[in-house]
């Protein structure tokens, strides 16, 4: 949901017009992390700000197909978001297209290291970019105050790379990419968050069962929403 200037409201006192909240379409990236065919369940890993006040949330896989997903559990201070689509749903084509990530080790990483970033850049769908491992433990402090530890990388991470993965050359997760802390005044600056830090509290959110956003009461509505942000 985004507040906008209404059309029909656009004078206000002072020379300020009236707000409306609309719905609006926005997209991420995430990353298969885990398989359970007897909770019916497939499990990926996204950033929680991917998904913050969504109300409605899917998944569209390389082959294009679209599914709902549910939202499972969020960690604000880490930026991670688990979600979940049943097994049952998926087509046989998507399954032969689609596999769990291998988990790498991100405390083996060094500076220097080539690596691979995945992601829904600019909503584009999949592309891949790669580079090297800048900096290791870089600590960020985000919007909200919070500092933490991120791998630094000269990898291009854009908006919609969100909640990508940051691979090694063995093709293992290392890494959650993150474009919120990408800024559009420089240049080989990504950040991902390390795997090996976060990958219990991962575990720990799929267990977990979230409620969505819901609608606000007197607001004009148009499209639909995949996440929300389009980050």
Do not use: W
Not at 71 to 76: A, M, V
Not at 90 to 105: A, C
Request: aromatic share 4%; proline share 2%; hydrophobic share 40%.
């Amino acid at each position: 949901m985004q507040e906008v200037q209404s059309f029909f409201h656009r004078f206000g006192p002072n020379g300020s017009g009236q707000t409306q909240l609309e719905e609006t379409v926005s997209c991420g990236s995430g990353v298969i992390i885990y398989s359970d065919e007897e909770a019916d369940a497939l499990y990926i890993v996204t950033n929680q700000h991917v998904v913050a006040d969504a109300m409605t949330l899917s998944v569209s896989f390389v082959d294009n197909s679209v599914y709902e997903a549910q939202l499972c559990g969020t960690d604000e201070e880490l930026d991670l978001a688990v979600l979940k689509v049943a097994l049952t749903d998926l087509s046989e084509q998507t399954l032969e297209q689609i596999d769990v990530i291998s988990i790498g080790d991100s405390d083996a990483l060094e500076v220097g290291e080539q690596v691979v970033a995945i992601g829904n850049a600019l909503g584009y769908g999949q592309s891949v970019t790669t580079g090297i491992v800048s900096a290791l433990n870089r600590s960020i402090t985000n919007e909200d105050g919070t500092t933490s530890s991120y791998i630094q990388t000269d990898a291009a991470i854009n908006p919609g790379n969100s909640g990508g993965a940051l691979l090694n050359l063995d093709g293992e997760l290392i890494g959650i990419n993150t474009a919120k802390l990408s800024s559009t005044d420089v240049e080989g600056m990504g950040y991902a968050i390390p795997i090996s830090d976060v990958m219990e509290r991962i575990v720990e959110l799929m267990t977990q069962t979230t409620a969505l956003s819901q609608p606000a009461a007197q607001s004009a509505f148009s499209g639909r929403t995949q996440g929300g942000r389009s980050v």
